[in-house]
Nanobody, 114 residues
């Protein structure tokens, strides 16, 4: 599976961005698609993920501000990020977990700064 992420960029504090990730290759019906992020000098962490049945899971720090969604037909996952904070500056990675295997995209940089 190959993942291509789009949508990163520079945004002011309090602003919004929408990330997109398109998968190519075999995507099984049972899988978890998600977004992780890695800030400078920190470990990669989960931001949000969505299960095949539509169940969503968010990091506590983004609840109420981020929304993850998917389009099965397009094999895509999206992350709508609102009310962004400077500390959320990070490289955001798309992820697919299926049949015991993790696949990662190349990452897209989100910079939150005035």
């Amino acid at each position: 599976v190959q993942l291509q992420a789009f949508g990163g960029g520079l945004v002011q504090p309090g602003g919004s961005l929408r990330l997109s990730c398109a998968a190519s290759g075999t995507i099984f019906s049972s899988r978890i698609m998600g977004w992780y992020r890695q800030a400078p000098g920190k470990q990669r962490e989960l931001a949000a993920r969505i299960f095949s049945n539509g169940y969503t899971d968010y990091a506590d720090s983004v609840k109420g501000r981020f929304t993850i969604s998917k389009d099965n037909a397009k094999k895509s996952v999206y992350l709508q990020m609102n009310s962004l904070k400077p500390e959320e500056t990070a490289v955001y990675y798309c992820n697919v977990f299926q049949r015991g295997t993790n696949s990662w995209g190349q990452g897209t940089l989100v910079t939150v700064s005035s």
